[in-house]
């Protein structure tokens, strides 16, 4: 399975991300330079895309109970987790 997505700057998002090919294993030109690239993702980058959204997610789930919960005896932990929470929530 293939979807199809459209972005602009076909280069740069080459280089960001080594997973993003047409169906013959190549980014080509399609089209000019005007008009955005149109690139296919291979079914399995989608699930790894997902996968790290599903663990970010994760992630600040775990952050978000261990500050509600209280488990940080001093007043400096809970601010390290609150810009670890934060941190996150910026990427």
């Not at 959204?53 to 994760?58: D, E, G, I, K, T």
């Not at 992630?59 to 932990?77: C, D, H, M, V």
Request: charged share 25%; aromatic share 4%.
């Amino acid at each position: 399975m293939v979807h199809s997505i459209t972005v602009a700057g076909r280069s740069a998002l080459a280089a960001e991300h080594p997973a993003i090919t047409d169906r013959g294993g190549v980014l080509r030109d399609r089209g000019s330079t005007a008009e955005s690239d149109r690139v296919l993702l291979s079914a399995d980058a989608l699930r790894g895309m997902e996968d790290a959204a599903r663990s970010r997610q994760l992630r600040l789930a775990a952050l978000r109970a261990s500050i509600q919960s209280g488990t940080y005896l001093t007043p400096e932990k809970l601010d390290a987790a609150v810009w670890r929470l934060y941190a996150e929530l910026k990427k």
